[in-house]
């Protein structure tokens, strides 16, 4: 069955990174697009970062350049580089097959002094 394994969550400092790993199995990783979404306490979960099976990259405006959306097919396993994290980057993060159709459990990200 499909599995996805999100890590990397943690509680950081306004200004630091983070770096969170999806590892996937139970499909064709290589030709499957693969997203990052995130979810904020009472907000709607929206797309951070999409990458597809050509390496087309895509963005939420409020992230660009600041996180970077990776994948190494030999390890089935997507990444999102997360640089100069805000508060408002506080959340639950999740990683998905394609646009929803199967998620992880989240991993929780947490930017605050």
């Known amino acids: 069955q499909v599995q996805l394994v999100e890590s990397g969550g943690g509680s950081v400092q306004p200004g630091g990174s983070l770096r969170l790993s999806c590892a996937a199995s139970?499909?064709?990783?290589?030709?499957?697009?693969m997203t990052w979404y995130r979810q904020a306490p009472g907000r709607e979960r929206e797309l951070v970062a999409s990458?597809?099976?050509?390496?087309?990259?895509r963005y939420a405006d409020d992230v660009k350049g600041r996180f970077f959306i990776s994948k190494d097919n030999a390890k089935s396993t997507v990444y999102l580089q997360m640089n100069s994290l805000k508060p408002e980057d506080t959340a639950v993060y999740y990683c998905?097959?394609?646009?929803?159709?199967?998620w992880g459990q989240g991993t929780q990200v947490t930017v605050s002094s």
């Open positions: 998905s097959r394609g646009h929803g159709l199967q």
């Open positions: 990458i597809t099976s050509d390496l087309t990259i």
């Open positions: 139970g499909f064709n990783f290589r030709i499957d697009d």
